[in-house]
């Protein structure tokens, strides 16, 4: 089974666009419960200490897609924890990462881009800067969109 995580405020836009164009099972991951509650996919877990849960989100998939922003507080340490358990189980996982603007935490970004890139090869990496350029929300997901769902559809 194909499953797709988003995580975080970025993963979860993206899997919320992408809800009724692609079909794999959808998992949003989220520290944030007002988010995780206003988010469109069916599957949505509150992700925190309890690392027992990252067990549960990888039951049953033969292949993972995680799709996150580095450098907030969610996507990429909760990416680089689940890319590492998929791994250890055996499951091919392509990570998707998307790079803060410059004047967001870039610095962070960049450490935790490093720090996954040592435990996986499979990485695809999109940056906010070079999607948006003076394009509106949704056009720039869109576009986002798009580039993600022609790597689903490649496999």
């Known amino acids: 089974m194909i499953k797709i995580i988003g995580i975080g405020g970025c993963g979860d836009n993206i899997l919320n ?5 692609i079909d794999a099972e959808l998992v949003t991951l989220q520290s944030d419960v007002k988010k995780l509650n206003d988010s469109k996919i069916k599957t949505r877990i509150k992700i925190g200490n309890d690392d027992k849960l990252l067990d549960s989100v990888l039951d049953g998939a033969d292949r993972l897609f995680i799709v996150a922003g580095f450098g907030g507080n969610t996507g990429g340490k909760f990416s ?5 358990k998929a791994i250890e189980k055996d499951i091919a996982v392509q990570n998707i990462v998307i790079l803060p603007f410059m004047f967001e935490n870039e610095d962070k970004a960049n450490n935790e881009l490093e720090e996954l890139n040592k435990i996986n090869s499979n990485v695809s990496v999109y940056s906010n800067r070079n999607i948006a350029n003076n394009e509106n929300k949704d056009k720039k997901m869109q576009r986002l969109c798009e580039a993600l769902m022609g790597l689903f559809w490649s496999l």
């Open 17 to 21: 666009f992408l809800n009724t164009k």
């Open 80 to 84: 680089i924890k689940l890319t590492k």
